[in-house]
Every structure is written in structure tokens, then in C-alpha cells.
């Protein structure tokens, strides 16, 4: 009697997870998706408001890639490895490093894997071939040099059975989060240039009317700073040159040439030595001065807008 009471309880256990899993492999197996970002540092704003947005990696395919079989709706979802598992749903897990999250993209960043068992798929089979990402979020403060070791950051898994993983989410790369060596000041800087008659330009390449661009930062030692100069609207043949905005009361082949402290036109697009940053304030000059790219010249009004990048090392 004691045998046949122990094989009926071992029936009855059996039942739920027999009827629980729906999915399973029919080619392939637990796929790995490695990710890695370009660079290990990453440099952020310690003043970015929660939830922006710190870093995002490409895209990676899974390898290999598996096909599963499901004869019912099963819940699905990304099972966190990294840190704690949020509430069903949630689509930002903890990194176990305080303030900051990541996400798992999938296919790209307009969608993200919510944690399980936030998500359900019918039954039927599916290749799992789609390619996904991380992205690093902010969700608190962080510490300045905060790591993210490399290694599996979470696995998307299918039923209650957790060793149910359909791919492992690899961080490639350990990432380091750092603060700028240098903050600016001002982050719009608005230069207003003389008025110049039409006279003072005698040919192409003809200069006037040069006024200071101050950038004015505030750096902790310890890094070489480098700036880099863009603008959408370059001259071409002219370094330093941005083309003016057209239109109605506009000159007409006047343009705005940037140059440094020592009057060299600076280069679009290419990082330039400034020096090591000292602990403390940092004033750099440049200017801003016409430039005639053409001829005639028409008289009128001249608007220009180039961006600027700090970078360390």
C-alpha cells in the first residue's frame, strides 16, 4: 500500500510542470547574444536627469540561431542575472552598480524586452533569429568611475522553469563611467560680430570684423583635453568656414571663418589638442570673423552655427 500511495503522490506532482511546459527546442539551444560597446569608458553628465539614457550598443545576433515549438500561450520574459528582478513588466534592470539600469533591446530602440513574465507568446514556432542590444540608463546618482563588469547581464527565458533560456544577454565589454574632466560653463554661446561695410571685402578669402568666442570651462586635473568644431553647413575649399544662412536681407557671399588663438582657421571635424586640464577654471579664446567665399558681395545680415566636443584622455 505504501508503494502505490508514494507512485500516486509522484503522479500528481508531475502534473503541474508537465502541463506548464508548453515550449521547447526543436533545432538548436540556448543561443548567446555578445555585446560589446567601442569604447570601455564611457564619459557622462553626472547632472543627467533619471532615465536618460548613458550608452546604447549595435545590435548582435543571437548564435546559433534555435527554433522553438509551443503548443500554448507561454509567458516569456528576461530573467536578470546582474541584479535583482524587477516587477513583472519592467523593462529596466538593476546592474547591482547604484544608478544605473540597463534595457535589453530587441530589434532596436524602439523596443525593449520587459521582464518575465511580462510578455507571452502564442502557440506555434519560432525561429529566435531577431538581434538585440544594451542600454545603460540612469536610474539614481552614480559614483564617478562606476563599473559594469563584463559578463551575462540577463537571459530570456520561457514557463516557470528559469533554466528555461532561450538566449543569454553577454556584456562584452566592462564599462567605466566617468564624469567629464571639464564642464562648461556656458553651454550656448551666442557672438555677435560688428558691422562691416561691403568695402572692407576686396576678394575671396578676404577677412573682417574678428570677434572673441569665449568658451569658458571649469576641469579637475588629471587628462589631456581635446575640442573638435562641427558645423552641417561647412564651405568647401575654406578651412574654418561655415556657409551663412540664405534668404531675404541676407548678404550674399559672406560666410563665417572660426579660428584659434592663434589665428588658425580651425578644422571641421577633427579633435585638436588643447593641453592638460588644470584643477580649476579654464578660459579657451577663439573667434569668429567674416569670410568672403564669393563674388559679388551683397550687403545684409550673415548667421552661422558650428557645435563644439570636449573629449579627455
Known amino acids: 500500500m505504501r508503494r502505490v500511495l508514494l507512485l500516486l503522490l509522484t503522479i500528481v506532482l508531475g502534473l503541474p510542470l508537465a502541463a506548464q511546459a508548453r515550449c521547447s527546442f526543436t533545432s538548436g539551444g540556448t543561443a548567446n547574444v555578445n555585446i560589446s560597446f567601442p569604447n570601455s569608458t564611457i564619459t557622462i553628465d553626472p547632472n543627467l536627469p533619471v532615465g536618460a539614457v548613458l550608452a546604447t550598443s549595435a545590435q548582435f545576433s543571437p548564435s546559433p540561431v534555435s527554433q522553438i515549438s509551443c503548443t500554448g500561450t507561454?509567458?516569456?520574459?528576461?530573467?536578470?542575472?546582474?541584479?535583482?528582478?524587477?516587477?513583472?513588466?519592467s523593462i529596466i534592470f538593476p546592474t547591482g552598480v547604484a544608478g544605473i539600469g540597463y534595457r535589453v533591446t530587441h530589434p532596436d530602440t524602439s523596443n525593449y524586452l520587459a521582464a518575465y513574465p511580462g510578455d507571452s507568446i502564442?502557440?506555434?514556432s519560432y525561429q529566435m533569429s531577431v538581434t538585440s542590444?544594451?542600454?545603460f540608463v540612469k536610474t539614481g546618482p552614480i559614483a564617478n568611475g562606476a563599473t559594469v563588469s563584463s559578463g551575462t547581464m540577463g537571459y530570456w527565458r520561457y514557463d516557470s522553469n528559469s533554466n528555461s533560456r532561450i538566449e543569454n544577454f553577454n556584456l562584452g565589454t566592462t564599462l567605466t563611467f566617468m564624469f567629464p574632466s571639464c564642464s562648461v560653463n556656458t553651454s550656448t554661446i551666442n557672438v555677435t560680430l560688428p558691422t562691416v561695410s561691403n568695402t572692407a571685402f576686396?576678394?575671396?578669402?578676404?577677412?573682417?570684423?574678428?570677434?572673441?568666442?569665449?568658451?569658458?570651462?571649469?576641469c579637475a586635473?588629471?587628462?589631456?583635453?581635446?575640442?573638435?568644431?562641427?558645423?552641417?553647413n561647412p564651405v568647401g575649399g575654406a578651412?574654418?568656414?561655415?556657409?551663412?544662412?540664405?534668404?531675404?536681407?541676407?548678404?550674399?557671399?559672406?560666410?563665417?571663418?572660426?579660428?584659434?588663438?592663434?589665428?588658425?582657421p580651425v578644422t571641421f571635424g577633427t579633435p585638436a589638442l588643447v593641453g592638460a586640464t588644470p584643477d580649476g577654471p579654464l578660459n579657451l579664446t577663439y573667434?569668429?570673423?567674416?569670410?568672403?567665399?564669393?563674388?559679388?558681395?551683397?550687403?545684409?545680415?550673415?548667421?552661422?552655427?558650428?557645435?563644439?566636443?570636449?573629449?579627455?584622455?
Open 74 to 89: 507561454t509567458a516569456i520574459g528576461v530573467q536578470n542575472v546582474a541584479g535583482s528582478q524587477p516587477s513583472s513588466g
Open 122 to 124: 502564442a502557440s506555434g
Open 133 to 135: 542590444g544594451l542600454e
Open 202 to 218: 576686396n576678394g575671396v578669402g578676404t577677412v573682417a570684423g574678428a570677434t572673441v568666442v569665449p568658451i569658458s570651462l571649469q
Open 221 to 232: 586635473s588629471g587628462s589631456q583635453l581635446y575640442i573638435q568644431f562641427d558645423t552641417a
Open 239 to 264: 578651412t574654418g568656414v561655415i556657409a551663412p544662412a540664405t534668404g531675404t536681407g541676407r548678404a550674399k557671399n559672406i560666410g563665417v571663418q572660426l579660428i584659434n588663438q592663434s589665428f588658425t
Open 287 to 313: 573667434y569668429a570673423r567674416y569670410y568672403q567665399t564669393a563674388t559679388p558681395v551683397a550687403a545684409g545680415t550673415v548667421s552661422a552655427t558650428a557645435t563644439f566636443t570636449l573629449t579627455y584622455q
